[in-house]
């Protein structure tokens, strides 16, 4: 069982940078996929940013491409996504979630992954 703890939400003016963390507990970090998502009220949960195992493979969704930035630290069981360029369009509820036994199609799909973190909140003022 892997518990997951965002970090890092706030409130940001647009063209500013915001860094979320999410950090894990129990299981075998190393064992598992990290993505990204957020759901913004009245929306979907949409794919945010992927990155595999080892942090070489790092896929991200297009509304987010040249301005956000996943990476992984094993030794401290982090995650990271670092945001710049915000815009009021990024104002959503970032959530971690982690996935074992994984597919490429798994990852933009919200319904595939095992564990999610309670989210976090994130604000773009226009």
């Known amino acids: 069982q892997v ?3 965002e970090s890092g939400g706030g409130l940001v003016q647009a063209g500013g940078s ?3 963390s999410c950090t894990a507990s129990g299981g075998t970090f190393g064992d598992h996929v990290i993505s990204w998502f957020r759901q913004a009220p009245g929306k979907e949960r949409e794919f945010v940013a992927f990155v595999g195992f080892s942090g070489a493979g790092r896929y991200y969704g297009d509304s987010v491409k040249g301005r956000f930035t996943i990476s992984r630290d ?18 959503a509820v970032y959530y971690c979630a982690a ?3 994984f597919t490429m199609r798994d990852m933009p799909d919200a319904g ?3 564990y999610w973190g309670q989210g976090t909140q994130v604000t773009v003022s226009s």
């Open 3 to 5: 518990q997951l703890v």
């Open 18 to 20: 915001l860094s979320l």
């Open 74 to 91: 094993n030794a401290k069981n982090t995650v990271y996504l670092q945001m710049s360029g915000l815009e009021a369009e990024d104002t």
């Open 99 to 101: 996935k074992g036994q």
């Open 112 to 114: 595939a992954y095992e």
